[in-house]
Structure formats: C-alpha cells, structure tokens
C-alpha cells in the first residue's frame, strides 16, 4: 500500500487518500487546487490537514468547492464547537482537550468539510493524529464503504474519547486532595491549586460544552451527507460527551466541596482547642482566686494563724478543681 503522504513540499496535508466500496487506492491523492469532478457512487476522497495557512486551504478549497466562510472559520483555532450548512456542505467544528504539564487543560480543535465525495478535517493544537485512527478504519471495508458521514463519527468518537483521561486525572488529584484534607486544614498552596483547577474546569465546560449541542444535532437534525441510518451512531457519541460533561461537573462539585468540608472541619478542631482552653482556664480560676485572695497585705484576713490552715486551702482548691475536672470531661470539653 503506497505511502499517505501528499507529495507537496510544505503542504501540511497528514493523509490524502481516495476509497472506492471501502477500499483504498493505492496512490495518494494530489492536491492541485483544479475542481474535483463529480465521483462514482461510494466513492469519496478523505484529507488531513495539520495546521495549513491561507494558501494551502486556499488549495483545498477550489479543488474541492468549499465556501469561503467555513474556510475561514476552520483557520480560526479559536472557534466553539459548531454546525454550520453550506449548500450539500456540513462543516463542523470540534474542540479537543488534554491534559498538560502543570495541571494545565490544553485545547486544539479540529474543524471538518463533509460533501457527499469527500471528508476533509483541519487539525489545530492537538497532539493525538489520525494516523492510527485512519488505519484502524481502514481495517473495516464495510463500514468505510458507507461513506464519509461514517468517518465524521468515527473522529467526532476519537475526540471525545480523549476527553476521559483528562478527566480520571483530574479526578485522581482531587481524590487525593480530598483524603488530606479531612486530616488537615490544606494549605495556602494546596487552596490556591484548588482554585487553579476550579478555574480550568469552568473554562473546559465554556469550551467543550457546545460539543453536546452539535452530536445533539447531528442526531437529530436533517442535514446534508448525513444519512438517516447513521444518527445511531451519532447518538453514541452525544452519549459520551454527555457522560464526559457529567463528571466534569460532578468533579467541579468535589473540589467546592473540599474546601467546603476542610473549613467545617477546621471550626471542629478549633471549636474543640476553644472548648479545652476555656476548661482549663476555669479550673486554674480557683487556685488564682485563692491565692489571689490570701496574697492581699491585709494584717487581719481569716485563718492566717490556724494551724491547719495551708492544708484546708490545698483541700479546697483540689476538691474544686478536681470536681470542675470532671464536669468538663464528662460533658466532653477535656
């Protein structure tokens, strides 16, 4: 089988290939910029573009009739998940995420052309290629043979498939903060963490949330190159970004709760250190009072010459401590 590579010095195209009944040609396909005539039937061309400029699209989209808007929007890396129809056109736009180094939600999008002959994708920021997902298309005459709508699913599937490793981590860490926090108060670095990644999930429902709308769409709505037998497919897919959304927020809601939990129990701890010095300072109140009294420099004070007075004294103050003692350690303050 010949190499996927377009043949163009510079041209950011990933794969170019032609399937005719599910199976692929064996050449590559050229990208001259010269209109794509009309194919046989089952017959489609499906293009891989990482991160072209102007010129390269430019190419693309005389070869292959695409409207200039939706060439535009797809050169825009910045763009929320979408669905957009022009003429026997689909244009769809996805956002993919994952996750990088400091705990950081890098995002990419990849933006796709359907037409009843051809599927084309344009890949920006994402690290996860289509190479082995081609492959393993490929591997599937029969499902390949049903046209591009097939294929859409299949990436649309991949992408947010990419989402759930994402989230297990996010997941992993906030378990993990969650398990210390109920025997410490977090700290100043571990709050601002929490706040950090609070903030990352708040942008990643921003971001990603549209992506419901647009595999709800797409399953329910009647749109180009979209046969009706695929909405099952579709459907799968919503499904997963649907579950993928609810551990989002399901993981939002833990992080609030942490802090949440650590502040209730941080007022136990302290209620409890207040309770105890508050029961100790009322049992070392006697012995003060007592001394306090009998350290006046009165010359006439009562049993200052009674020869068991210091040994009724001492009985006092333990008797009232030792009984104040137990009043708090029976209701629990010691």
Known sequence: MAPDFATHVGMTVIAARRYSNG??????????GECVPDLAPHTFDWIGLCEPDVAEMDL???????HPLAVEDALNPRQLPKVEVYGRTLFVVAR?????????IGYGQTAFFVGPHFLITVRFGSTRPHLSLRAEIEAQGDRLSEGPDYILH?????????????????????????????DVFPEQSVIRRIFRLRRQLRRFERVIGPMEEVCERLVVADLPCIDPTARIWFRDVLDHVRRAMARMRGLKETLAAIVETASLLEQH?????????????????VP?????????????????????????????????????????????WL
Request: aromatic share 12%; charged share 25%.
């Open 269 to 285: 701890r302290q209620g409890e250190m207040t309770r105890q010095l508050a029961a100790w300072a009322a049992i070392l109140a």
């Open 60 to 66: 693309v989209r005389r070869q292959y009739g695409l």
């Open 23 to 32: 199976t692929a040609h064996d050449e590559a396909l050229a990208l001259t």
């Open 154 to 182: 299949a990436v649309l599937d991949f992408i947010v498939d990419g989402y759930l490793p994402l989230l297990e981590r996010l997941e992993e860490i906030a378990q993990e903060m969650e398990e210390a926090a109920i």
């Open 96 to 104: 993919t995420a994952e996750l990088r180094e400091g705990e950081e």
């Open 288 to 332: 003060t009072a007592i001394a306090g009294i009998y350290g006046m420099n009165f010359e006439y004070l009562p049993e200052l010459k009674w020869h068991y007075g210091y040994f009724a004294v001492w009985g006092v103050i333990i008797t009232v401590c030792g009984g104040l003692w137990l009043r708090f350690r029976r209701i629990g």
